[in-house]
């Protein structure tokens, strides 16, 4: 988070966020506004309350999107997502909230600003500072989110898969950089042995947070889980969430360690953590883990797109797809 200056008095969002927007934190906004950018996008910034240092985060849709009608449709489907989204949650669990959209501001969407750590923060302390033990509780935390969103949301819909293999292939087309065609060609007959693989059908669809990513997990005192960015939220198979989750581990292990099979016993504890709640916990679990491979597969290669990455760690993460899709 990087400081930027003061919100001019002069700008319409200074008013809209003094009178619509601060109340519903407690905070008036009379003496002005401190501006920071944020570190995931520069279509996302935090307003700070001068007098009572009460912040909220501003989602600017219209930043990165050319038709005015599609940022319309995305400030609106996020906030919406959010509303349904809270309600499927546990006691111990948290989604920051929407306090408000404006179409005239370049399609903003502000969102409660919530404080805890985040699970890269917790995984990299686990790696580098002995902090084993707190990401084994916070994974479990993190499982117990996830089980009581999934199973309070499920519904009698079988999982569209085909929808799934068509991201999958999507994700395999945005390789090109790094990839030549008979690999990629590789990747897409992988995929199709599973689109014709029956197990990757047999479950409910859930709602889906669609973007589990480690910095969209926050954790507060006693483990308690935060989560935001609800914005492709979906409804899906819940290994859409949990693979993800699963694909994260093996990458931050494999990029600060060069070590893959450190992750496991964090990727077996988070899925446990996550099957207790089912009645035939050992059911769930081989259920889960029949169709993972291909869910990790699939987040490694979304990793592998991320030209930030090194070239050289890129080609590592798509070899490890290779092996994890077999």
Do not use: W
Request: glycine share 8%; hydrophobic share 35%.
């Amino acid at each position: 988070m990087k400081y930027l200056g003061h919100l001019s008095k002069k700008d319409p969002l200074f008013n809209y966020l003094r009178y619509q927007i601060m109340p519903q934190t407690g905070a008036d906004g009379r003496d002005g506004f401190r501006v920071f950018s944020s570190c995931s996008s520069h279509a996302v910034y935090i307003y700070e309350d001068r007098a009572s240092g009460s912040r909220v985060v501003g989602k600017f849709f219209g930043v990165n999107e050319s038709d005015p009608e599609r940022a319309r449709r995305k400030m609106y489907l996020e906030f919406h997502n959010i509303e349904k989204f809270r309600r499927f949650l546990g006691d111990n669990h948290y989604v920051a909230r929407a306090l408000g959209c404006n179409e005239a501001l370049n399609f903003l969407l502000v969102i409660e600003y919530c404080y805890g750590e985040a699970l890269d923060s917790v995984i990299i302390r686990a790696i580098f500072q002995n902090g084993e033990n707190d990401l084994f509780d916070k994974l479990g935390a993190l499982g117990n989110f996830l089980v009581t969103v999934h199973n309070r949301s499920a519904k009698p819909v079988m999982v569209d898969f085909n929808r799934v293999c068509d991201y999958f292939e999507n994700i395999v087309g945005q390789l090109q950089d790094i990839s030549d065609r008979q690999e990629r060609d590789y990747f897409c007959a992988a995929a199709s042995g599973y689109r014709h693989n029956f197990l990757m059908y047999q479950d409910q669809e859930v709602l889906v947070h669609g973007d589990a990513t480690p910095s969209n997990f926050f954790f507060g005192g006693g483990n308690y889980v935060i989560t935001f960015d609800l914005e492709r939220m979906q409804r899906s198979d819940r290994l859409f969430d949990t693979g993800r989750i699963a694909g994260e581990l093996q990458h931050f292990f494999l990029l600060h360690t060069g070590n893959k099979y450190a992750a496991e016993p964090f990727i077996r504890h988070f899925l446990m953590e996550y099957c207790k709640p089912f009645p035939d916990q050992e059911k769930a679990f081989v259920s889960i883990t029949s169709r993972l491979p291909f869910y990790m597969g699939m987040t490694l290669l979304r990793i592998a797109r991320n030209n930030f990455h090194p070239g050289e760690y890129r080609r590592i993460l798509i070899e490890e797809a290779k092996k994890t899709l077999q």
